[in-house]
């Protein structure tokens, strides 16, 4: 996933490689977009920071280990 995130801001900046002289500036898609840029770091940074400790297990980007799992289970059987 790491992998795919630093792709995408490669491209959102720009720095795809290639002949860049041949850019027409007037083209919206050869400029860069620096909305693709932020929601990718704010998602890198909510997912590492803030994902990784949340007890919703439903979500999507939670990334909480299934040992971790298993014991909030354990010791909070009333909780679901």
Do not use: E, H, Y
């Not at 007037?26 to 590492?48: C, E, G, H, I, Q």
């Amino acid at each position: 996933m790491r992998r795919a995130l630093v792709a995408i801001l490669i491209v959102a900046a720009g720095c795809s490689g290639g002949d860049s002289a041949g850019l027409d500036v007037d083209d919206p898609w050869a400029r860069p977009n620096p909305n693709v840029a932020t929601n990718a770091a704010f998602f890198m940074t909510l997912k590492r920071f803030f994902c990784s400790q949340c007890m919703n297990f439903a979500c999507p980007l939670n990334g909480v280990p299934d040992p971790v799992r298993t014991l909030f289970w354990a010791r909070n059987p009333g909780v679901s």
